[in-house]
Nanobody
Framework: QVQLVESGGGLVQPGGSLRLSCAASGFFFRFYAMSWHRQAPGKERELVAAITTDGSTTNYIDSVKGRFTISRDNAKNTVYLQMNPLKPEDTAVYYC??????????????WGQGTQVTVSS
């Protein structure tokens, strides 16, 4: 079964940090570009950070540049999002996404279940 299992979310004060993890199984992780998305109440889901299959290239939305770092460990089938320092406007449900970037099935997508990140004092 395909699974993207997220962990590391929770409640944190402004200026604090969190490290989200997304553990993948049931598919060829190395063929998939990975990304993190978030959706705040009443807002559209937005892409936050993305990383290529081999981790050689990363991209971020402007609002998180310098604060968030996406990384992946292909040996562990895991992608991470280090968030520091956090701001109240980072409060959202964060989702892990896998998109196949290699082969005839390019474009196939999988989503994690989402995990809540709340930044509040």
């Amino acid at each position: 079964q395909v699974q993207l299992v997220e962990s590391g979310g929770g409640l944190v004060q402004p200026g604090g940090s969190l490290r989200l993890s997304c553990a993948a199984s049931g598919f060829f992780f190395r063929f998939y570009a990975m990304s993190w998305h978030r959706q705040a109440p009443g807002k559209e889901r937005e892409l936050v950070a993305a990383i290529t299959t081999d981790g050689s290239t990363t991209n971020y939305i402007d609002s998180v540049k310098g604060r968030f770092t996406i990384s992946r460990d292909n040996a562990k089938n895991t992608v991470y999002l280090q968030m520091n320092p956090l701001k109240p406007e980072d409060t959202a449900v964060y989702y892990c996404k896998a998109v196949r970037a290699v082969g005839a099935s390019t474009g196939r997508e999988y989503w994690g279940q989402g995990t809540q990140v709340t930044v509040s004092s």
